[in-house]
């Protein structure tokens, strides 16, 4: 495969290749790979032939790039939620489909009417009541998902600051990884994450807490919202890229195991890095290295599988472009921009007065600017003066305040009236 087809697949792609390519060496079942991509047996099969019969290139969908032959046109969207709006209000889309069909002559599916109206901010996702907690099985298959976590604790005991560990253990192995950092952030998860695809491969799945290094708490747009494109995290966002599923967990028991791991480290592994003489980050994170092949070896479990679900990385440089932290940025009419507090000039003839480019944040503290993939030299400017605010001189008077015996407060003597 050339490094050119290689950059035509996506993250998801990449995914789908690992899983058929172990169907096709007859490392797992059909079932199994069709379990793991969330498809049909039949089109699993469909995709074990053409992986045969075109390679690399057969599993790119055959869509891609093409309007959908059943989507429906924007100006019976606009009929549909017009209508909604001005009869139907409050009809579940159940209800709704029926009556735009009997009453309307409008054929509609009841999901498409329920994405419009979701789309539209009409209508809203039933929440189900919460279920009891049941133990959960491992996984079946190393990699095929990781438990990933930042743990704030004096990991040093007053001998360094506080630290934070980047925590990542297999679910089907017990096997860990970990790094410390100085916070947790995107660049130490970004770092982190770089780290352990180094050391294991990159995982299916990897599931995670709500903290808003993982999960955005950004509103999304009008704009957003009718393309049902949802807000993410910029480590979210390269995860997906990456072909990597995000899961989030809604409590600290529901990733029990990552939070158990890190209840030992700051038992055992503190006093180990106390008996070393730990005292700053580079040497805790040089100790943890040695310490951590040690722990698997004798914490680690044996999968229900042999099979490695991890991927390889194809080419660090995609990863390294995927792993930065992408902000927009609107170009002034004098072709400057302003970020965190700096300004910078951009030396390009491209016309984008008005437009959107990226700044792009890349790991090792350097930056770029682009627009569309593309390059922008750019130079430091400093930044306008503030203009100072002249104080107003005092026109008026100040305000007189009379004696409690003064004329004006003594009263009105009528005596004196002739």
């Known amino acids: ?42 089109q699993t099969r469909r995709l074990i032939n053409r992986y045969r019969n075109e390679g690399d290139k057969g599993l790119v969908h055959r869509l891609r790039g093409r309007p959908s032959a059943r989507r429906i046109s924007g100006s019976i969207r606009e009929e549909v939620v017009d209508i909604y709006v001005e009869k139907y209000k409050g009809f579940g889309p159940t209800l709704a489909r029926e009556k735009f069909v009997e009453k309307e002559g409008i054929e509609i599916s009841r999901e498409s009417l329920r994405k419009q109206l979701l789309e539209a901010g009409l209508w809203e996702i039933s929440r189900k009541s919460k279920k009891h907690r049941h133990w959960r099985e ?12 930042g743990s704030h ?6 001998r360094g600051p506080w630290l934070v560990m980047m925590g990542y253990i297999d679910d089907a192995t017990g096997v860990v990884y970990a790094e410390f950092h100085d916070y947790e952030g995107t660049k130490p998860a970004m770092i982190s994450f770089k780290g352990y695809a180094r050391k294991h491969g990159m995982p299916l799945k990897i599931y995670l807490d709500k903290h808003t290094t993982y999960k955005s708490t950004k509103e999304e747009t009008i704009e957003d919202q009718l393309k049902g494109i949802k807000a993410k995290s910029q480590f979210e966002r390269a995860l997906n890229q990456l072909g990597v599923e995000v899961i989030h967990a809604n409590s600290p028991q529901a ?23 730990i005292c700053n980050k580079d040497e805790a994170n040089a100790f943890l290295r040695g310490y951590l092949p040690e722990f698997n070896v004798k914490f680690a479990v044996e999968p ?18 995927i792993m930065t932290i992408r902000t927009e940025r609107t170009v002034r009419n004098d072709y400057t921009i302003a970020h965190e507090g700096k300004m910078y000039q951009l030396k390009t003839v491209l016309p984008l007065k008005g437009r959107n480019v990226t700044f792009v944040e890349l790991l090792n503290d350097r930056f770029r600017i682009e627009h569309k993939g593309q390059k922008i030299n750019w130079a430091n400017i400093k930044p306008r003066p503030k203009v100072k605010v002249q104080e107003r001189k005092r026109l008026y008077k100040p305000f007189f305040r009379p004696a409690k015996n003064h004329p004006w407060k003594a009263g009105f003597d009528n005596s004196m009236v002739i």
């Open 153 to 158: 604790h004096d990991w040093l005991e007053g």
């Open 255 to 277: 990733k029990g195991r990552i939070e158990r791991l890190f209840r030992t480290f700051q038992d055992r592994l503190v006093k180990e890095m106390r008996l070393a003489n």
């Open 138 to 149: 491992r996984m079946k298959y190393r990699g095929e998902m990781v438990q990933m976590d």
């Open 304 to 321: 229900a599988s042999e099979q490695d679900m991890h991927r390889e990385i194809v080419s660090w440089k995609e990863m390294n472009n």
């Open 1 to 42: 495969m050339t490094e050119k087809d290689v950059f035509l697949m996506s993250g998801i792609d990449r995914k789908r290749l690992k899983v058929i390519s172990m169907a096709v060496d007859r490392r797992i079942k059909q079932w199994e790979a069709a379990e793991k991509l969330d498809i049909s047996e039949r």
